[in-house]
């Protein structure tokens, strides 16, 4: 097709490779997901839909990416580590994060109703993606960890705090005040002692957050007998200690292992 | 609140300011939208549908950020440009090409309904991302051209294309066949002579894409008078010639004309 | 030639080419010049020896690179800048700033005896590079004020600085101290009442640092007449004002203006 | 000091960090060393003040970056791999780069005396230099062998190209062609039989190149015992295989093991 004497523009745009053998983790984020949680009317401190929803869009994006590994999510963010050695988009940073970061905010609107039947989004809802490298597989754990302590000291707070709100009639400014300096232990006796809330019995859901990972599961053939197939499935179990990585070390294992 | 031990995985994470002083174009760009626009049955060469749809949708992503002076749209594709001074996202391009497409995306499927009543899309549809920079206006211009001129080349082709196919009863492969290595004026040929249609008189939107501009509008007072509001407005202009920029200058001049 | 298995490492390499349409400007500055002109028993304030084997070793670099317009140098450092339309080393960033750099350390070391008769360094000296971008003719001007109005200020605190240690025999802390929250037409002052010493009248050398630029100059031909040839001058002018860039503006001028 | 309103130009600079926890290799080149080695009548096919003088200039370079582990040179080439978790320069690329490019330039030109004794060079000599990552110890390794590789191929090629001129009074347009499309054991056959030579007898600097490494020696004490200080040394050993790694796995051993 002809071709433009203005084509020269595309010299301007870059090449972002990410670094060969490196993985790649693809973070989305919720933009101003307080406002829109609230404006939504979200169950505190978690709201179920909220997080069904979030994990329905990461599977969308898991299911399109075959070399996601592993996703890990929880309150308003999902993050999806690609195998090191994946050839996807030539791993181009910019290909990778906007195409992961449009497939969730798409899928998260479209399957809304599925989850928030009765209404419609206010507005639409954004997201925003960056690209993250680690080089180890030490890095990429800890990566996990990271967002996985996170999610359990951001629960451990919200918890408490909407206790103190729902169950002992607090204002916000009163429960931030209470819980200012408190460490964990503090907030699991206060659940105890105020609320009856033994913490280590939420749902490890809410407590760990959601990891999508490929498992081999058998499916029933019509003989009567089963075949292994891959199927993305949902565990809310701990990723900072080495039990998930000792049964799970085939995440780590490249087809390539440079 | 309390940080982990992981926390050191954040300095993985790299800077990517873009050049100050240099116009920034983000363009978001549909993924597989041949299939898309098949599946969900796009009347061809043009479904206008689909292009308000477009519209519409870059229209929310020019609301949300008021740095954008232009957004240039044809086809699947749209290109936002940001005033070369803009401080938005401390100018970091991922962050803008990231929240741009997922609002574009988010809004293509949550406005989907005004323009296609009857159904809701297959799948969730997805939008690519990318930044450039552009140094010199001239360059940013040609940018603008650039995507102008393909728009005309394909829309002449399609429109050609299409009137093979659907009026004088050719299939796909017999109508290639026939415009393979045909000039412009070849196509405007076939339009007039085997079809009667002067491309000449074809709607504007088609041939040259739909620019939004912010334009001061009148808006009327109820003392009877009328004040002056920043509105964004379609136009379906020639960008390519000198016309549109002696009229909007402006859109070039920066607050800080360094 | 043969490859072998272990040429896949070559991938790891990333592309750094500059911007185009945009003035690349490398600058090279000594490390630690502080302490090796201390060592090297420079002449304070300033040593016109070390400073013009700086210029000599500039010189040599903008022979070899003919898309260098301009060399700016002041103390222990000195800017290149290339052609906003240059294509040497593919505008490779890193190659760019190598090269120069090494080449200016090279002709430093090079050419030292002809300004340093008598010694040999007592080891090798070094310098850094970077390579910065600059989109608009007005940023690349306002980045040779930036150096000119730091060796401004250097060169007066500087002269000072030395005459109220060399002349008034203070030492260099009570020196400090003296000169400590001082404006400008403070030293001016000192210098005048208590020096005799006009810093109008010192050398523009000093005061504005060097600039190299390409000039036609007439070279005598055989035949009694002459014709022109391009060489690189050194001037000792103000680059802050216009002056300069009304008589210079070809150096602005691309030959591809974009 | 005061500061002038031109400082806005360093917000051009870009951060240019190296990923953590990544191998950071530096390699300098010779930029024109055919022509340099032929018109500075450099003996074929080595010439061991030439390779000597580039030990020494790596050598100053490994003496002040102590988080250099190992270099690596053959050739007009010299590669300096950085511990993993070095800090030096904040791991910012251009300052790596350009640092050693720098000063490994200014040590060639600074003891060329000590190698060629007789004369000066021509010209200042130039090196360019180039930062690579490599995240994983094998990549590391591989580009270690990568280069070793290329050391062999080369001298191979080299040592028969050299004796089929200077021995048996080939042009060196017949003895390229006569060894075009040769393998290395064509080569190895046509140095015995028609010139007596082993290759696997030749010296192993010229073969395998020269390692620089960090080791412990012992240094004798005044009272007549030792103690071990960390010394550079040559080697001229294989790197390719396991052998060295077994012996050297120190190297590998990042202090901060993530």
Redesign the interface.
């Known amino acids: 097709?002809?071709k433009?004497k203005?084509?020269?523009?595309?010299?301007?745009?870059?090449?972002d490779?990410c670094?060969?053998?490196?993985w790649i983790v693809v973070r989305?984020d919720g933009?101003g997901f307080h406002k829109f949680s609230t404006e939504h009317e979200y169950e505190k401190p978690n709201d179920m839909r909220g997080l069904s929803l979030m994990t329905r869009a990461a599977t969308?994006v898991m299911e399109e990416f075959k070399d996601i590994s592993i996703a890990y999510g929880q309150s308003d963010e999902y993050s999806f580590i690609f195998r090191k050695e994946t050839q996807v988009y030539s791993r181009r940073?910019?290909?990778l994060?906007?195409?992961v970061?449009?497939?969730?905010?798409?899928?998260?609107?479209?399957?809304w109703s599925e989850f928030f039947p009765t209404s419609k989004?206010l507005?639409?809802?954004?997201?925003?993606?960056?690209?993250?490298?680690?080089?180890?597989d030490?890095?990429m754990r800890?990566?996990l960890?990271?967002r996985q302590?996170?999610c359990h000291?951001?629960n451990l707070?919200n918890t408490t705090f909407w206790a103190l709100i729902l169950k002992a009639g607090l204002t916000p400014s009163e429960a931030e005040q209470k819980l200012r300096g408190t460490?964990?232990a503090d907030k699991n006796e206060i659940l105890f002692s105020q609320f009856g809330i033994n913490y280590n019995n939420e749902s490890d859901m809410l407590k760990k957050g959601t990891l999508l990972v490929r498992r081999k599961v058998p499916v029933p053939l019509p003989n009567g007998g089963t075949r292994e197939k891959s199927q993305i499935v949902q565990q809310h179990v701990d990723v900072i200690g080495d039990d998930f990585w000792k049964e799970s070390g085939h995440f780590l294992t490249a087809s390539n292992p440079?």
Chains 1, 2, 3, 4 share one sequence.
Do not use: H
């Open positions: 097709m002809a433009s203005f084509e020269y523009v595309r010299l301007f745009e870059t090449e490779r670094l060969p053998n490196t989305v933009k969308a940073s910019a290909k994060s906007t195409n970061c449009s497939l969730f905010t798409s899928a998260f609107v479209y399957y989004p507005y639409p809802p954004v997201f925003d993606g960056r690209t993250v490298l680690y080089p180890s030490q890095n800890d990566y960890s990271w302590a996170d000291i951001n707070y460490f964990s440079k």
